[in-house]
């Protein structure tokens, strides 16, 4: 019994210290989260209610959170001074919905909180559940939103059969039709799918982008290629949002190597280990 105590400490002791450690390697970096949607109407994991993103931006005012730009970060960064602001975080949204304009915008402006969005470019003014350029430009003035890139058409990257001048084409000519609508340079992309080969990163620094944003669960470093920098996903539709949302963004230093290891299980045909690893 005294050495099945023993053992049980050990155990703890050793998870404690790795604890530790990932934390403390992470020091530094600020969390970057994604979203999609935020509608009352569709109930899929990409869609967050009203209430719930409201809440969540609410946590993050009251506890000392300062919403930054994409173009702030890089801009502390590249600095020799690195001044970033105490608890700096990024909140983005991808696609260009909508309920950007109708339900995402009121609630920013009702915490004075910072947003990038990547917009999907050919589906403004095409689509009716998507933005029109009057709106984006509209929240583009306010100082609170910043319209960035998600290619031409959200197509994938990655796919082999498309070639480099196509891709080429959906980085720069998304990049173009921000610049010609919003007179506003556009720095960056969201990857769509958060997908890339490195022929996509040497072609998205070759058309002009300062950086751009794949899926991830970890914190952005300043050692990290800018052509990659991390975004947390945070889903909604589920159990207890409020509770999985704060896991994901403090829990970051010990999520983003757990999803790596079960990532790597589920590639290496042992999906049924994968599936006991949780993931809020």
Partial sequence: ???FLI???AIIF????????LYNRERGGVPILSYHRVNDID????????EDFDAQMKYLADNGYTFITPDELLDAWDSESNNL?????IITFDDGYLDMYKNVF???QKYNAKATLFVITDYLNLYPNYLTWTQAREMQSSGLVDIESHTLSHHDLTDKYLSDIEIRNQLYFSKQAIEWYLKKPANFVAYPG?????????LTRDVGYRGAFVVDYGLAHKFLEHYVLPRIPIFGNNSYPQLRFKMRLLGAPIISPLMR??????????????DLIWIP
């Fill in 14 to 21: 050793a998870a404690g210290g790795f604890i530790f450690w």
């Fill in 1 to 3: 019994m005294k050495k």
């Fill in 7 to 9: 053992l049980i400490m």
């Fill in 261 to 274: 290891f079960k990532e790597r299980l589920t590639k290496d045909g042992n999906g049924f280990v994968a």
């Fill in 85 to 89: 602001p105490e608890n700096p975080i």
């Fill in 194 to 202: 958060g997908m890339y080969t490195q022929e996509v990163e040497d």
């Fill in 43 to 50: 109930k899929d994991q990409m869609t967050m209610s009203i």
């Fill in 106 to 108: 009121p609630i920013l």
